[in-house]
Structures are given as structure tokens and as C-alpha cells.
């Protein structure tokens, strides 16, 4: 494809991947599972599962789409020419195209908590219970939910109608900093409260015994939806990359700044939840809930309130942009759409799939199935079903099909300093990408369907089979190693 859209730079691609992982997970959801599990302990265990499952698949999407400067089915059917391995590309515009229909719902009521803190209307909110009620007075008004969820998404939709340079990288760029500058203004206005130690504490104090195998697989599904693997996102993007970026440095800057973030997020949090007395624990709603108590009653809190839901809502635009592009992508490059007709059609129609999600916090909110509400399917299905799936087998693609030694052929362009005479680098990228991360990522997705605990049964009973199963695999594999 001779005219295809490239970053203008390096920097601006690793600004708008870090944009399109730095996110809700990083500041809506990363604080409260860390409050949830034990703090500075389960932010051990993430960071263990971000360097060996997060990094290696990170590098695997890039650099698949940057190989086949293709979408996600175009990037799989062109290097396996098979249906099979298309339709897991498809997975993946699938995947981007139901996140972003509910992502967009929680980002709408950031966007609408910006026009509370604006309005000053977080000073009446005295205890974490007035907050709540508040909430749900918000997201149980159609109006109000239905409203700022279109106001962000026609945000959404411009950015990716202006192009990859213009839109994207122009948009990552400007927002991007912004981002930071917030994040540190707040986090040092949390540490200058009084009594901010305790909440530090918190977030560097492991507390072990919170540990489980519970939370460790909490962390790897969490790892996951922050680095906006498995549906293609980052493929995507890499499709927009020339042949002399480093993929390994950009990689690594990109897991670091998203890391730095959500652990700056957990500071800025913690350090004015503990100061102001309020419940660390308080699950999903420690954003709109216990925070919006924290700002009405801390000096400046007006403006603090402001800035932070100033940050949510642009952390969470960088991302939304990089979910819509993935879609569109697909109908650029394998339908011949112009851009311009791929935004605003698929755009649309993403638009009105979100609506039920929208409205699942009122009208529709006694529509369940199995419990689950349409907006709870959505999040089920795409968070943990779809991107596990689609993680799974990008690694298995990447390590085994397409095959690791051509891959890295590939990813030696524009690295060559990074493997020269590093060849125990090459070991460690290789047993990684082969079998840690498949098999983390097939345990989690076992886990996050429910599906973990039977399994285990299952293998206690049929242990000796499973034992002659692999014994006699390897010695096949052995075998016709021997003959080559
Ligand atoms: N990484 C984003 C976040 O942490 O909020 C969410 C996300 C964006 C997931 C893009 C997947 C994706 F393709």
C-alpha cells in the first residue's frame, strides 16, 4: 500500500500508544484493584506480570502490524494466508469495536463529572453515601448519561476522522502532556495534605497475606486490558511504523509510561483518600464516589476536582481514539473505504450499539441476562473473553506459526544494536513469547470465564494421561528436530 499514513516520528507513535494504554484502567480501575488486593503487594505482582506477559506480547502486536503495515485481519491473512487465522484478526476489530461501546459510556460520565466539578457541585457532598446517591441520580437520568456519552464520542470520532499525523498523533501530542501535567500537580497536592503518609504507606507497605492465586490472576487479566492487548490496537498502530523504528526500545517506553502512570494515579488517589479519612477499599466507585467527597471537602478542591476529571476524561479519549481506529483500519484497508466514510459510518454504528450499554444504568437497568446487565455482557465478553482469547493467540501466532525466527528477523530492523551479541536477550524473548505467556494468558482467560476452578479438577483426575501426553509430545518434537 503505497500511500499509507505513517507517524511523523517515533516520539509521536510512542505518545499516542502510551495514549491508547494509559486509560480508565490506568486511573478509574488500577487504583481501586490495588485497594481492593492488598496494595504495594499486588502492585509487585502486576509489575512481574507486565514484564513477562505484558512486554513480549506488546512487542509480538507491533510488530505483526508494522511486518504487514495491515489491520488486524489484513496483518493475519497476510502472513498466514489462512481463514482460520483471519478470523482471529476479525476477533480483534470485533473486540475494539464492543469496547469502545461501552468504554465510552464511563468515559461520558467522566466527561459529565467534569461539568459537576465545574459547576462546584461536588462541595455539597459531604460522606462517601451522599456522593453515591448523587451518582446514581446522574446515571440514572437517561438524558444526562445518553448526552455526554454522544459529546464524547463525536470527540472520538473527530480525532480519528482527521487521519493517523493529523488527528492521532496531533491529538496524542497535545494531550498527552496535558495528561502528565495534571497528574503531577495532583500528586503533589496529595502528598502536601496532611496525613498523606498513611496512604503512601499503603501503596508501598506489601501487605502478603492479601496475596492469593486470586489476585495474581486479577493483576495478569488487569495487565492486559491496560496495555490495550489482544484486539489489534497496538497492531494497528504499528501498522503506521517504517522499517527503522526500534520496536523493542518503543516497546519498552510505552509498558514503562503506562506503568508510571497508573502507580502516579494510585499516588495522587491514595495520599487524598487517606488524608481526608476516606474508605481506600470502596471497589469501582472510589472514583465518582469517595473522590468527589475528598475534593469538596480539601482546600482548592474546586479546582483539584476540575483537573482530575479534566485528566480522566482526556486519559480516556487518547484510548477510545485508538479502539475506533482499530475498525476503521479494517474497512481503509480491506473494504477500500475512505477514511472519512469508514469514521462516520462505523463510528455511528459503534454510536447506537453503545446506546443499550448507556442506558443500562436506567431504562434498561432490569434488562439482564444471567444477571448481567447489556452494558455488564459487553464488559464481560470483550475484557474477558475476547481479549484473552485474542492475546492467546497472537502470542501462539507470533511464536509458532508465523515462527519466532522469522519474526525476529523482523524485529531485528531498526534494533540490530539492541540483539547484537545479546543472543541470551534473544532466549529470554523466545521462552517468553513461546510458553510463559500463552500459558499465563490461558489460565487467565480459564479464570476469567469461570472456568479455572473445574479445570484444575479435571486435571487432578487425569494427571497420568496429561503426564504421557507431554512425554510423548516431546519426544515427537525431539524426534523431528533429530531429522531436520
Ligand atoms: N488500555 C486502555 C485503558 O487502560 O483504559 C483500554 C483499552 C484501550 C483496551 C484500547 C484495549 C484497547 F484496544
Redesign the pocket.
Given at each position: 500500500m503505497a500511500n499509507r499514513e505513517h507517524w511523523g516520528s517515533k516520539f509521536g507513535f510512542v505518545l499516542a500508544a502510551s495514549g491508547?494504554?494509559?486509560?480508565?484502567?490506568?486511573i478509574w480501575?488500577f487504583p481501586y484493584i490495588a485497594g481492593q488486593n492488598g496494595g504495594a503487594a499486588f502492585i509487585f505482582v502486576y509489575l512481574i506480570c507486565i514484564a513477562i506477559v505484558g512486554l513480549p506480547v506488546v512487542i509480538a502486536e507491533i510488530l505483526m502490524g508494522r511486518t504487514t503495515q495491515r489491520n488486524p485481519v489484513g496483518a493475519f491473512r497476510k502472513l498466514s494466508g489462512s481463514k482460520f487465522w483471519t478470523a482471529i484478526g476479525g476477533l480483534g476489530v470485533v473486540a475494539?469495536f464492543i469496547?469502545l461501546s461501552f468504554?465510552a459510556v464511563i468515559a461520558g460520565w467522566s466527561t459529565g463529572y467534569m461539568v459537576e466539578a465545574l459547576l462546584g457541585n461536588f462541595g455539597q457532598l459531604a460522606t462517601a453515601a451522599q456522593a453515591n446517591t448523587h451518582f446514581n441520580s446522574l446515571v440514572g437520568d437517561p438524558t444526562w448519561m445518553i448526552g455526554f456519552y454522544t459529546i464524547f464520542f463525536v470527540f472520538t470520532m473527530a480525532v480519528v476522522f482527521l487521519g493517523v499525523k493529523d488527528g492521532i498523533e496531533k491529538g496524542s501530542k497535545i494531550m498527552m502532556p496535558i495528561l502528565f501535567i495534571i497528574l503531577i500537580i495532583l500528586m503533589i497536592k496529595g502528598i502536601s495534605l496532611k496525613g498523606s503518609g498513611e496512604g503512601l504507606a499503603f501503596l508501598l507497605k506489601p501487605d502478603w497475606s492479601k496475596i492469593s492465586g486470586q489476585s495474581v490472576l486479577i493483576a495478569l487479566g488487569h495487565a492486559f486490558?491496560?496495555?490495550?492487548l489482544g484486539?489489534g490496537?497496538l497492531m494497528t498502530y504499528g501498522s503506521y511504523l517504517n522499517k527503522k523504528t526500534n520496536i523493542p526500545n518503543a516497546a519498552v517506553q510505552i509498558v514503562f509510561l503506562d506503568t508510571l502512570v497508573a502507580l502516579m494515579a494510585g499516588v495522587a488517589i491514595f495520599t487524598a483518600v487517606f488524608a481526608t479519612g476516606q474508605n481506600p477499599a470502596m471497589g469501582p466507585g472510589l472514583i465518582f464516589n469517595t473522590l468527589t467527597v475528598v475534593f469538596g471537602s480539601m482546600t482548592g478542591g474546586y479546582f483539584f476536582g476540575l483537573l482530575f476529571f479534566v485528566l480522566l476524561t482526556v486519559?480516556?479519549l487518547t484510548?477510545s481514539i485508538?479502539?475506533l481506529e482499530?475498525a476503521v483500519a479494517y474497512f481503509v484497508d480491506e473494504r477500500g473505504w475512505s477514511r472519512q466514510k469508514s469514521v462516520l459510518l462505523i463510528g455511528s454504528a459503534i454510536f447506537l450499539f453503545g446506546i443499550p450499554s448507556a442506558l443500562s444504568f436506567n431504562l434498561l437497568a432490569d434488562f439482564t441476562y444471567n444477571g448481567k446487565t447489556f452494558f455488564d455482557l459487553a464488559d464481560f465478553v470483550a475484557s474477558n473473553v475476547l481479549?484473552p482469547v485474542g492475546g492467546f493467540f497472537i502470542a501462539i501466532f507470533v511464536a509458532w506459526i508465523w515462527g519466532f525466527d522469522k519474526a525476529l528477523i523482523e524485529l531485528k530492523h531498526g534494533a540490530e544494536n539492541i540483539f547484537k551479541d545479546r543472543t541470551w536477550l534473544v532466549t529470554i524473548f523466545k521462552v517468553f513469547l513461546k510458553f510463559i505467556a500463552p500459558v499465563m494468558i490461558f489460565i487467565v482467560f480459564l479464570h476469567s470465564v469461570g472456568l479455572l476452578e473445574s479445570t484444575i479438577e479435571q486435571l487432578k483426575n487425569y494427571w497420568i494421561i496429561i503426564v504421557l501426553c507431554i512425554v510423548m509430545l516431546a519426544i515427537m518434537i525431539s524426534r523431528k528436530r533429530i531429522k531436520k
Open positions: 491508547s494504554a494509559i486509560g480508565l484502567g490506568n480501575k475494539g469496547i468504554y486490558f491496560t496495555l490495550s484486539m490496537a486519559a480516556a484510548s485508538s479502539l482499530v481479549l
